[in-house]
């Protein structure tokens, strides 16, 4: 079995190139989708080791921040538009006379969000900003004054050059949570104008002179309370957030921050604890990751770095969970056509004990966690154990025919299907050394080649399928990543 120590770390790069993202979900749920890009970027889970290094990182470019934003702006829009507004009375004097009057239903009929920007602030987190924005809403009006009749009516508001920059402080909380916090929010609007649709000349001064100024500073004064509201609620989601992702019925993953969000000028990196357990039991895997880089590069929205480390923790948590104990039954082995027919052609000796064609049953047993490296553009892995091979007799009599001692070495093929790494295996090569036998001793490498064979057509599937679900990725802004590219690339890491 071949050692793999810490001093070289895989790194696997996943890239999700310019507009090769796409937004998943129907114009009906985009506003929930709006919500839940601001609230869930990423589901950063508990159970924290202080000052570890990492499992898994991320990075975020200029141009995934791009991406984000023009999302967001396109979202931001169609939310607006579908907002409600709460209706609002008052009393104001209009040349001595005092006027009750009631503002309703306003509705946003258009926006315009001409230009935006995002920008990553080193240190502190990201700046957005929108310049020379407009609006058109429209709302009802209702006035009633002493002795003057009641009247009301419709008026067009039109809000324009608003411009506004807001820059949230991205952070961490001691359980291992991302943490956002609004840090300055500015604002400022051109112009509010009013137009009544209808409505005397005396209505007409008293309501486009007041409101003009009252919807002014309504706006003022609300726009960032809002914001900061927003961004209070997007906080407390993450804190809300699961603690363990679950992968599928035998293993969980940990998502943890292991450091607070590291904000540079033209990136933001996470560092996540990438820590795969089996389910129900959280000890830590009797190893530590290796600290390990991510290459200086932007032109991908986003970089996934994988580590040995995550790598071994769910080979780990796989062989506790008892994935690579496969017993080959009867009906499988039927439905390969994994025959006494087939192992006769390498173990001649056989047809002493089957005279007709029978089913074979292997029995394999991991006996020690699979190795597990990656290295330049591959995944290697070795799984130790031992195969018993049996047949079933016409009779249903298990016949044992032989056992020993195998070591294999795979190759993984990492791919990423809908949010998921997958990993599946492809066997390179193998090693039998015999153990017992019924049928007398034979040539090991005819043996080789039968297990080769076994291995190829059935048991490989079986623990594919088993590894199928794959490995989730952090959910960045619910989009889904298209085409995306694995590199690996061999990253010398620091300090070992
Ligand atoms: C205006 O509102 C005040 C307080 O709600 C009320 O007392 C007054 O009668 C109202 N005046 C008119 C003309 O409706
Ligand atoms: C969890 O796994 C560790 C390591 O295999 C083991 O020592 C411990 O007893 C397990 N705990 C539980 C509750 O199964
Ligand atoms: C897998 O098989 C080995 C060898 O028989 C055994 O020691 C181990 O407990 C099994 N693992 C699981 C999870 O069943
Ligand atoms: C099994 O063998 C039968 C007869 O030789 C053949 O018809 C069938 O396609 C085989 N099945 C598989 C899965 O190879
Ligand atoms: C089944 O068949 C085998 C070989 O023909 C024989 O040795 C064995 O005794 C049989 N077992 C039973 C339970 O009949
Ligand atoms: C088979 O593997 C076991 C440990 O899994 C080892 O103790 C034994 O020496 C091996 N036997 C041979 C013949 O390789
Ligand atoms: C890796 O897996 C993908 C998807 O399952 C497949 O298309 C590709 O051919 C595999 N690569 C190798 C080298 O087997």
Known sequence: ??????????????RMRKGGASWRGGPSDKGEKMRKMWYSFLPCLLVLQLEANPGLKVRITQKGLDY????????????????????WSGQESFSLVKVNY??????????????????????????????????????????????????????????????????????????????????????????????????SSWIYSFLSGFLEKAIHSKLDENICLNIEYKIQMMDAQF?????????????????????????????????????????????????????FGLPNKGDSMLYLGVSNYFLKSATLAYYRAGIFNITISKD????????????KDFVPEIALHCQTVCPVILKLMATSPPAVSLQSDTCSLWITGSVEVFAVLPNSTIQYIFAGNLTTSTRGNLTVIKQKLIISLLLKRLQFSLLRSAVGFFQIS??????????????????????????????????TLVGPVIKMNQVRSSSS
């Open 68 to 87: 984000g934003r023009k999302i967001g702006i396109e979202l931001l829009k169609q939310r607006v538009l579908k907002e409600t507004f709460p209706s």
């Open 332 to 343: 499988i082995a039927t439905a390969f056509n994994l025959t006494t027919a087939i192992l």
């Open 446 to 479: 005819l043996v080789e080649n039968f297990l080769s064979y076994a291995l190829r057509r059935v048991v490989i599937p079986v623990i594919n399928d088993k590894l199928g679900k794959g490995f989730p990725l952090p959910n960045l802004a619910h989009t």
């Open 239 to 291: 804190r809300k957030q699961k603690v363990l992702s679950q992968i599928d019925a035998f293993a969980q993953i940990d998502y943890s921050l292991v450091s607070s969000p590291a904000v540079f000028k033209s990136h933001i990196n996470l560092d996540l604890k990438g820590t795969i357990y089996p389910v129900g039991n959280h000890t830590d895997p009797p190893f530590v990751p290796a600290p």
């Open 1 to 14: 079995m071949a050692a793999v120590g810490g001093v070289v770390h895989g790194l696997l790069l996943l």
């Open 102 to 199: 009631t503002i309703s239903r306003f509705k946003v009929d258009a926006v315009d969000i001409p230009e935006t920007f995002a920008s990553f602030i080193p240190g502190t987190g990201v700046s957005l900003s929108v310049a020379h924005a407009s609006a058109t809403i429209s709302a009802d009006w209702s006035v009633a004054a002493w002795l003057l009749s009641k009247d009301q009516g419709g008026f067009t508001l039109f809000i324009s050059e608003l411009f506004l920059e807001i820059v949230f402080k991205v952070s961490w909380d001691s359980t291992g949570h991302l943490s956002v916090l609004l840090h300055n929010c500015q604002l400022s609007i051109g112009s509010v104008k009013v137009q009544l649709n209808e409505g």
